[in-house]
């Protein structure tokens, strides 16, 4: 049985003790480590049978060969039967091109009037700046940031917030002088063929008064969507669909067949998960299968560990968070420290290494409309199709409410409470939201990919093989 060899339309480039594979196709790089480098070695030096590839790298275990070849096979760096069709959908550009003027699609309950509570100017960076609010600071009110400038801090918010007066550029140049991700915020923006959709990001403090205000008005929020539409035209401020999307790690579909499919699965994540599974095994078994993988000399990979994978994915969401936490009370982040500790502490717990005292909500309605509209927020938005694969990002938006219980149950174990408040979630879902985004964290979701697919994204049940988990 001739294993394929590698893609030749790759670049490669040295990275630490592996190679990192550019691929201008798909417009995609792939870090190999070193075992994976290995193999794409020597397949590419001709040793493309079992047989030859086992003699080439005796030190490799059979199941490990197998799951490395796998990992090939789904990263498309390998010229195979696969490949060779799905190769077909990178013909157009690369992100839907935008339509000029293109409306908003905003779903009704998602529409989010701000109450003014300031927490969306404390503890966080803000910008980038623009020049219509740069024209309206002083020097000493801005701060550098790489290419781009943010706005200063004083204490742990923004130089120009005040707790009572709110936002000082608001209040004297208007709305139109504020930073783009203030008046933005907390709403995703999200460029597709036909509209902008409009989605909600979970770092809001106080959603479901927003989302009640925002109910509000006659029609709702007209100077809003007004303001928003005019923002979604502005270049970098909302972010392209790809085309195609990719499913699950070698798994591509059209845009266009992707939008009705994805949407019509729904806001709920049960629902969600179990469509997403039967449409991916749909579109995999339309696909030229992987013979060569399937092969009697490799036998069938070792079954994963379920809670072992699950407790390592959380171990390494504590230790980067941990690290998080050092690294922003050594720069005198108070609120970041804080709130990297928290979730240190939350996915400890979460890892079984250290548990809670038993902690029930105290209102849990207003705890499963929070986590409703925080999903239907990143779903609304098309959030999973913007980051590696739907499939992952669906699982990181479930781990997301996972971790934002967890964490308002550390909060409440602090003060010695057996309950947890609405308030507590709104405040652990917003700590968890801004805590994953950061890059420690968001590398170790990355390094754990397979188990944020496997244990968020799959429908709930005993683990099965689902595309993309390979040990
Ligand atoms: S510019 Fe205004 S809205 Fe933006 S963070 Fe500062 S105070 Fe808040």
């Not at 550019?22 to 047989?51: E, F, I, K």
């Not at 993988?293 to 379920?306: Q, T």
């Not at 029930?360 to 199709?385: F, I, Q, Y």
């Not at 979701?445 to 496997?454: F, I, N, S, Y």
């Amino acid at each position: 049985m001739q294993i394929p060899p590698p893609r030749t339309d790759l670049a490669v480039h040295p990275n630490g003790d592996g190679v990192l594979l550019g691929d201008t196709v798909a417009g995609q790089q792939t870090a190999l480590g070193p075992q994976s480098t290995g193999v794409w070695m020597a397949l590419r030096d001709g040793h493309c049978t079992p047989a030859a590839l086992e003699a080439a790298l005796p030190d490799l275990p059979r199941a490990v060969l197998r799951a490395r070849i796998g990992q090939l096979a789904h990263a498309c760096v390998l010229d195979d039967a696969r490949w060779q069709v799905q190769r077909l959908l990178f013909r157009g550009p690369r992100a839907a091109p935008a339509a000029a003027g293109a409306p908003l699609r905003q779903p009704a309950a998602l529409r989010h009037q701000c109450v003014r509570c300031g927490s969306s100017c404390t503890g966080v960076a803000v910008g980038p700046i623009g020049p219509a609010t740069e024209a309206v600071l002083a020097p000493d009110q801005l701060r550098p940031a790489g290419a781009h400038q943010l706005m200063a801090r004083a204490a742990e918010a923004c130089v120009v917030y005040a707790p009572e007066a709110g936002c000082g550029i608001e209040r004297a140049h208007g709305r139109a002088a504020k930073p783009d991700p203030c008046r933005q915020f907390p709403l995703t923006l999200t460029q597709g063929p036909d509209v902008v959709r409009v989605g909600l990001s979970a770092e809001c403090r106080r959603l479901l008064a927003c989302l009640a205000a925002g109910a509000q008005g006659d029609p709702p929020g007209a100077a809003a969507q007004a303001e928003l539409a005019a923002l979604a035209q502005r270049p970098g401020v909302a972010v392209p669909l790809p085309d195609p999307v990719q499913l699950a790690p070698g798994l591509f579909v059209p845009l266009a067949e992707f939008l009705p499919h994805f949407e019509g699965l729904g806001v709920a994540l049960p629902g969600l998960r179990a469509g997403l599974a039967t449409w991916l095994d749909g579109v995999r078994l339309a696909l030229p299968d992987l013979p060569w993988l399937a092969a009697a000399p490799w036998g069938d990979p070792p079954a994963p560990v379920a809670d072992r994978a699950e407790a390592a994915l959380w171990r390494a969401i504590t230790a980067a968070a941990a690290e998080g936490a050092e690294d922003a009370a050594t720069a005198g982040q108070g609120w970041e420290a804080e709130r990297s500790a928290l979730v240190a502490r939350a996915a400890s717990h979460l890892a079984g290494d250290a548990p809670l005292p038993p902690i029930r909500p105290l209102e849990p309605d207003a705890d499963a409309a929070l986590e409703a509209a925080v999903v239907h927020g990143a779903l609304a938005g098309l959030e999973p199709v913007q980051r590696r694969d739907v499939l992952w990002g669906v699982g990181r938006v479930q781990l997301l409410t996972v971790l934002g219980r967890a964490v308002a149950q550390v909060r409440a174990a602090r003060v010695a409470r057996a309950f947890t408040t609405p308030q507590d979630l709104n405040d652990g879902l917003v700590v968890a939201s801004l805590t994953l985004r950061s890059p420690r964290v968001e590398q170790a979701l990355g390094e754990h990919a397979a188990t944020v697919r496997w244990r968020y994204a799959a429908p709930a049940g005993p683990w099965r093989p689902l595309y993309g988990f390979l040990p």
